[in-house]
């Protein structure tokens, strides 16, 4: 499951250092998310950081990009080159 940043997001920037994968960056009017490189920390953390982190909580599973944590882990290992 990737995750989301609704239009909420205040643009504080706090998500996109937290991000143990680099998948948070600026858009054009709010921070998003790359689902490719989006693992919701799978590998690194026990819980997404961005989620954690959000003092506005506007970060959501994706609906429309849902993955089993055996995905994000295979994810992962692509990403990271990490078994």
Do not use: W
Not at 53 to 79: A, D, M, N, T, W
């Amino acid at each position: 499951m990737a995750l989301f940043i609704t239009n909420e997001c205040i643009n504080c920037d706090v998500c996109e250092s937290e991000c143990p994968n680099e998948a948070i960056s600026e858009g054009p009017e709010v921070f998003v998310i790359n689902i490719k490189l989006c693992t919701e920390c799978v590998g690194h953390y026990a819980e997404p950081q961005c989620i954690k982190s959000c003092p506005v909580e506007c970060i959501f599973v994706h609906p429309l990009h849902r993955e089993s944590r055996g995905e994000l882990v295979l994810k992962y290992q692509r990403i990271t080159g990490r078994e």
